[in-house]
């Protein structure tokens, strides 16, 4: 029988179960336990989305770890303990606010496997949420995490479903290096399906064929495949068959899937919420049109948000953000004056 769990509750899900198996893995991060000072029910939030709410009470105030709200702090603590023989799960609430723990990530963590000759490891997982979608501002909805793949030796991991959401939080946390982990603040309780009640792993560097197609194919990050599948469906009443590919984790990235399947269809369309300049986007696009020119039969396509701020204003963000009209539109023009 089918159990079809929230991203919420599959993420949730994911915590206790690896928490379980492995008493060294440990949760640091502002309001995960919801205030120490707060009057009231010691877990009264789980996170500023709850997301880790009922976990101080099964695990302990010496496992489950409010902090201050210095990320510099938290974040510098959860590396050290890393390389001290615990898993720390660091919650840097937002994306938007790695600029003040960015150098701890940047040039500590993901750097000291190299640094030592392979003799250290940093098994450390960084959740932060990321997304427009959810009125929050211009400072509260970025997707940054090209910034973070363009670091050699951070693993960069970014869900689409809740059962994606598990598998690849439970590989995340057994990794031996520093994974930061993504999760799009908008599909916590928006995306929902079936999830297996078992721990399981996704390896990281896999990418998930979603759904299989011959004219065209559309690589979608994160919420973007949803957007993507939609915009499938309505190009396939209009007897053009697209394959929807889901990258899962940006670094390492799915190099092959991703070519094998433009080498069969002669078209790419890669879409990512990401600002436009240095992107996923124009990533996957450039690897493609280095790898595999030959095989494309109309120019590469990009869906991306424009070079803009983004918008606080509910109808200026929605207008902001790629859909999928636009991703539609975007394959549509690869078939014009030409033949399949």
């Known amino acids: 029988m089918a159990r079809i769990l929230t991203m919420r509750k599959a993420l949730s899900e994911a915590f206790r179960q690896v928490m379980e198996e492995d008493p060294t893995v440990i949760m640091m991060g ?13 877990d009264a939030w789980g ?32 590396v050290g303990a890393a390389t001290a023989g615990l898993r720390p799960i660091a919650e840097l609430m937002f994306v938007d606010f790695m600029g003040v723990c960015f150098d701890q990530l940047l040039n500590q963590a993901a750097k000291f496997r190299y640094m030592f000759g392979g003799k250290t490891k940093t098994p450390l997982v960084v959740r932060t949420q990321y997304g427009a979608g959810f009125r929050a501002g211009a400072q509260h909805s970025q997707a940054l995490y090209p910034i973070f793949a363009h670091i050699p030796g951070l693993k960069c991991v970014i869900p689409s479903s809740a059962y994606d959401a598990k598998g690849l939080m439970i590989a995340s946390v057994r990794d031996d290096d520093p994974v930061i982990f993504f999760e799009h603040k908008v599909m916590y309780d928006t995306v929902a399906d079936d999830v297996p009640e078992r721990p399981y792993a996704i390896p990281l560097g896999e990418a998930n064929i979603v759904r299989d197609g011959e004219d065209a194919t559309i690589v979608a990050i994160g919420r973007m495949v949803h957007f993507a599948m939609e915009a499938a469906r309505t190009l396939e009443r209009d007897g053009i068959d697209c394959e929807v590919i889901d990258p899962r984790t940006i670094s390492p990235l799915d190099e092959d899937t991703i070519l094998d399947s433009v080498r069969r269809t002669g078209r790419l369309v890669v879409v990512d919420e990401a600002y436009p300049r240095c992107g996923i986007a124009a990533d996957i696009a450039s690897i493609v049109a280095e790898r595999c020119f030959e095989a494309l039969k109309a120019p590469i396509r990009k869906v991306t948000p424009p070079h803009t701020p983004i918008p606080f204003a509910p109808d200026l963000e929605d207008a902001w953000l790629p859909s999928a009209d636009k991703i539609a539109a975007a394959v549509r023009s690869q078939f014009e004056g030409r033949s399949r």
């Open 30 to 42: 502002e309001d995960i336990a919801g205030g120490m000072g707060a009057p009231g029910e010691l």
């Open 47 to 78: 996170g500023d989305l709850g997301i880790t709410k009922g976990l101080i009470g099964r695990f302990g105030m010496d496992r489950v770890l409010d902090t201050p709200i210095s990320e510099t702090a938290y974040i510098g603590a959860a």
